[in-house]
């Protein structure tokens, strides 16, 4: 277990010392919260008069900054495990941590805790932005579904985050996994749920399926609900991971 | 100590490493020799766990580089001085690598002064020439104050004086009764720091030997002669049964004796002498003889491309 300690340890000062992974994160709760109060002044105004329509869901609403900001997250995971590739680092890396499991675990573990910690900060944050500058319409932090969607919120970005990192280390390069995902997450994505017939099997695309978190109830016209969604996350993320594990135990670095 | 058994290692159709075997003793530079494409980088990265053997192994101090509970303790290694991210400070690359090995953070500082880096300590690395990368390298590989040290063309891209310093360093090691694997492509530069070679070409054990017996059986020295006249000096040696060839210009080249007896002759007979050298062979004319077969090999490949 020392061993892991040590090399967690020694991921953990990788991230600290490298801006552009600092940045990311910085970038992940910055967006979140700008578009946060953005939303909430937009819904504040929108609604002035009028009741809001049954179907709107502040929670969803409050999240839209998350749903952009979780970019700088995407960003911070792939950074964490191509630049060993790009820069060459992952030789003393290895030759530092020759064990790849113990490699391999150490920096999953510190990506998808920085991660659940930077999710946390920007989720609740942008919660509370959002609800202080959306008015009547608003919701507080005991109405019925909001701790579960906060909690959910969570666990969808900092699972998404895993799963980039099991693709990046699959990938090994940084522009392919960033050209793969970032439109994945997106754009098409969000065009197959909403093509016919296809529609349905979109759903279970990761961050389609994890993002049914960020509700406080279900929408309509779904399979899936957000614990199921998130389930259908963790498979996904588990099946990166793996897959990150074999590329890397069995390659050469 | 490290130990090379049977090692092989394929890309795909091409064998980079072929049934390699030789030891890398405490006590002794050795230097590792052989043309560009032999193996060398790839048997030194076998030697960290970075390259997985198609067969063989390669034992440190009796156990696989993998199962050492903090490797850089045991084994120093320079693989490639570029090998670091350049957005992080030299002083954080070394302290990552401290960390990761659960080493005194005060060794990072106490050899940045060792290695002539304290004055960049915070500078980022893509900040560094060459010659720093090296010297950071270096320092990474020294971290761990361990007993076998693997550098991979440290020299490369040093000035004069950071060469020397490499040499004396690898020296001072040695002296220490720890291993020291050295490979370079400069020949007179492993000439005055190796005492053992480890030669290889197209992934296989060429030569394994002391450095002197190498230089001394791998290429000729003779003894060059100028004379107005050649043909009565060759006849008189010749009659010794001193080979003699013609060198360019009309002179001399007498193998197998030495500028005493030239000169003794010369005199007893009469022949007038420009010029008498003894001319040593070096380990560049050794390792050229000696790689003959390999180079015809790559010459015959850029010929045919």
């Known amino acids: 277990m020392s061993s892991l300690n040590a090399a967690v340890d ?11 992974m600092v940045w990311s994160l910085v970038l992940c709760v910055a967006l979140s919260l700008a578009l946060a109060v953005v939303t909430g ?17 502040p929670v969803s609403a409050g999240f839209s900054g998350l749903r952009l900001g979780m970019i700088g997250l995407v960003v911070f995971g792939v950074l964490a ?53 959306m008015g009547e319409e608003s919701v507080s932090l005991t109405d019925d579904g909001v701790p579960a969607a906060l909690v959910g919120a969570v666990l969808f970005t900092t699972l998404l985050c895993l799963f980039s990192m099991g693709v990046a280390a699959l990938l090994r390069s940084s522009v392919l996994t960033m050209g793969i995902l ?33 509700y406080r109830h279900a929408p309509d016209g779904y399979v899936l609900n957000a614990w199921s969604g998130l389930a259908v996350l963790a498979a996904w993320t588990a099946a990166a991971l793996g897959a990150g594990y074999l590329a890397l135990r069995r390659r050469d670095a | 100590m490290i130990e090379v058994r049977e090692l092989t290692k394929r890309y795909g159709k091409v064998r980079a490493v072929d049934g390699l075997s030789f030891r890398v003793e405490p006590g002794r530079v050795t230097g590792f020799l052989g043309p560009n494409g032999a193996g060398k980088s790839t048997t030194i990265r076998a030697m960290v766990g970075l390259d997985r053997p198609t067969s063989g192994e390669v034992l440190v101090d009796g156990k696989r580089y993998e199962d050492l509970p903090r490797p850089l303790t045991t084994v120093g290694a320079l693989l490639d001085a570029r090998a670091v991210h350049g957005g992080r400070s030299v002083r954080g690359h070394l302290a ?39 010297r950071l390298g270096i320092a990474a590989a020294l971290l761990g104050d361990p007993q076998t040290l693997l550098l991979d063309e440290p020299v490369n891209g040093l000035d004069p004086e950071g060469v020397k310093w490499v040499r004396d360093l690898v020296k001072r090691v040695a002296g220490e009764g720890r291993a020291v694997l050295i490979s370079s492509h400069l020949m007179s530069e492993m000439a005055l720091t190796a005492d053992h070679l480890v030669v290889i070409g197209r992934g296989r054990l060429l030569a394994d030997t002391p450095a ?40 001399l080249e007498a193998v197998g004796t030495d500028q005493k007896t030239v000169g003794t002759l010369a005199a007893e007979s009469r022949i007038a002498l420009y010029e008498v050298t003894t001319t040593t062979a070096s380990l560049e004319d050794a390792f050229m003889q000696f790689t003959a ?13």
């Not at chain 1, 020694?10 to 552009?20: A, D, G, H, I, M």
């Not at chain 1, 002044?41 to 869901?57: G, K």
Request: charged letters at 20%; aromatic letters at 8%.
């Open chain 1, 182 to 214: 970032m439109p994945l997450f997106f754009t098409v994505s969000t065009i197959l749920t909403n093509v016919p017939g296809v529609g349905r099997a979109a759903q279970f695309l990761p961050d389609q399926a994890g993002g049914l978190a960020l």
């Open chain 1, 81 to 133: 495990v191509t630049s060993e590739y790009s820069t060459g680092t992952i030789r003393s890396s290895l030759a530092a941590v020759p064990r790849r499991g113990v490699f391999y675990a150490a920096k999953m573990l510190t990506g998808g805790l920085a991660a659940g910690a930077v999710s946390c900060v920007a989720v609740l944050t942008s919660f509370f932005l959002a609800q202080a500058t």
């Open chain 1, 41 to 57: 002044a937009v819904v504040r105004r929108q609604y002035a008069d009028e009741p809001a329509p049954s179907s709107f869901d």
């Open chain 2, 96 to 134: 990552g690598l401290a960390r990761s090995n659960r080493l005194p953070a005060r060794r990072v500082d106490e050899l940045l002064e060792t290695v002539g880096l304290a004055s960049v300590a915070d500078k980022r690395a893509k900040g560094l020439s060459l010659g720093m990368s090296q």
């Open chain 2, 212 to 251: 002197h017996d190498f230089i001394t059986g791998n290429s000729r020295s003779y003894v060059l002669i100028r004379t107005p006249e050649p043909e009565r000096m060759r006849d008189l040696l010749a009659a010794r049964g001193v080979q003699v060839d013609h060198g360019p210009d009309g002179s």
């Open chain 1, 10 to 20: 020694f991921e953990w000062s990788k991230v600290r010392t490298v801006r552009s």
């Open chain 2, 293 to 305: 077969d390999s180079v015809e090999y790559r010459a015959e490949q850029g010929a045919a491309r």
